[in-house]
């Protein structure tokens, strides 16, 4: 258990998160994007996509003015967070929306907690 989150291995390579509480306490925004479940956050630190009513939402967390997708997600609930073997985080809302965070090949692109996105690779 990290930061209020179990993580279990997923037979292709990625990482699942079990978040203790998968109700969205709170959205900051500074240099990232950050959503805080409980004790757990989920950082976003490069471009990333909400996905919405059939709709991709391309978003940098360094243009606030262009946040609103983000920042309807709140108040919402996790269904599922985890990461593919090459790096993208992916968390799908009870509501249905998506948020997908490529990983950035010069940056950490995300964090859950402690665990880093790093660049061009898996967590």
Do not use: N
């Amino acid at each position: 258990m990290v930061d209020g989150c179990q993580i279990r291995e997923l037979p292709d390579g990625g990482r699942e998160f079990v978040l203790d509480e998968p109700s969205l306490s709170f959205i900051r925004v500074d240099h990232q994007s950050r959503l805080q479940f409980g004790r757990t956050e989920v950082a976003i630190g490069s471009p990333f996509v909400v996905a919405y009513g059939g709709t991709d939402y391309r978003l940098d967390p360094r243009r606030r003015e262009a946040l609103g997708p983000l920042l309807a997600l709140f108040p919402g609930a996790l269904r599922w967070l985890w990461t593919s073997a090459e790096g993208e985080l992916t968390a799908v809302f009870q509501s249905g929306a998506k948020v997908m965070v490529p990983p950035d090949p010069v940056s950490k692109a995300w964090s859950v907690g402690t665990v880093y996105g790093v660049p061009d690779g898996p967590a």
